[in-house]
């Protein structure tokens, strides 16, 4: 009876140390092992299944089918080609100025102003116009700084040498750019324009590259406001202004943007 008991108590033994323990082990491992690809498989789900939604239509989307701008997203690319209910155009970096105030309840957008801009005068890059229009500008970054860090202006847009273009303020509201100003009769500019910058100088000529990004600018601006003229800064404030300046070429643009002579009232000639 004892080595029955005995007998019973080895094999139990040698089950528990050579069958039992290892088997348990390997399932233990197994089933980590399907715990973390499971992890890994919700994680994964989780990240496909994230959704945004359009900041032009508010259709909602898979992240991953949408068209990302900063923090903007979008369902196609026409929509981040349009410009939004809130007057912001989707594939422009958007810098928001405090620059700006309400347009006159009956004012109707029909013109935009060409400008072109340098800070420092004569100078291209880096990121003082930003600065300049977002009242961020230092004064002891440059001597010319001085005399301008007090000024509050702005524009709806700025193209950079690049072509990079960037938004200060909505086109639903007036932006500081044109200043005392009149266009056939018409009085105050910033009441019914969009003004339009350029990073450059009248005696230095444009890069192709921006002549691109205005030509789809204006197309996208004339779909939304049906625009009546497109018209320089020194048009509208003649003796005070002299940008765009004499090296902007009008006709390459009215070719590239497919502007009509009605559109254009001071012509094509360099001025």
Not at 80 to 97: F, N
């Amino acid at each position: 009876m004892i080595k029955l008991v005995e007998f019973l108590a080895l094999a139990g033994f040698f089950y528990w140390f050579f069958l039992y323990r290892p088997q348990k082990a390997k399932r233990v491992k197994e089933q980590a092992r399907r715990d973390a690809e499971l992890f890994a498989q919700k994680k994964q789900a989780q990240q496909v299944e994230q959704i945004v939604s359009c900041n032009h239509c508010a259709i909602h989307l898979p992240i991953s089918d949408a068209i990302t701008h900063q923090t903007r997203h979008f369902c196609s690319l026409a929509h981040a080609d349009s410009i939004d209910v809130k007057g912001w155009l989707g594939y422009a970096k958007s810098l928001p100025s405090p620059n700006h105030d309400p347009r006159p309840l009956e004012s109707k957008i029909d013109t935009v102003v060409i400008h072109h801009i340098s800070l420092p005068d004569g100078q291209f890059g880096g990121v003082a116009i930003e600065e300049f229009f977002t009242n961020q500008l230092r004064e002891e970054d440059h001597p010319y700084f001085k005399e301008i860090v007090h000024l509050q202006v702005s524009a709806h847009f700025l193209i950079k040498r690049g072509g990079e273009l960037y938004q200060f303020v909505s086109c639903l509201e007036r932006a500081w750019h044109a200043g005392e100003s009149v266009l056939l009769g018409r009085q105050r500019c910033n009441d019914f324009s969009i003004g339009i910058e350029l990073e450059g100088t009248g005696d230095i000529s444009f890069e192709q590259a921006q002549y691109l990004a205005l030509a789809k600018l204006i197309g996208i601006l004339q779909k939304q406001y049906s625009l009546r003229y497109i018209v320089g800064h020194s048009d509208v404030s003649p003796g005070r202004k002299v940008d765009p300046g004499k090296t902007f070429d009008w006709r390459r643009i009215q070719e590239l943007a497919n502007i009509s002579d009605d559109q254009l009232p001071f012509g094509i000639d360099n001025r």
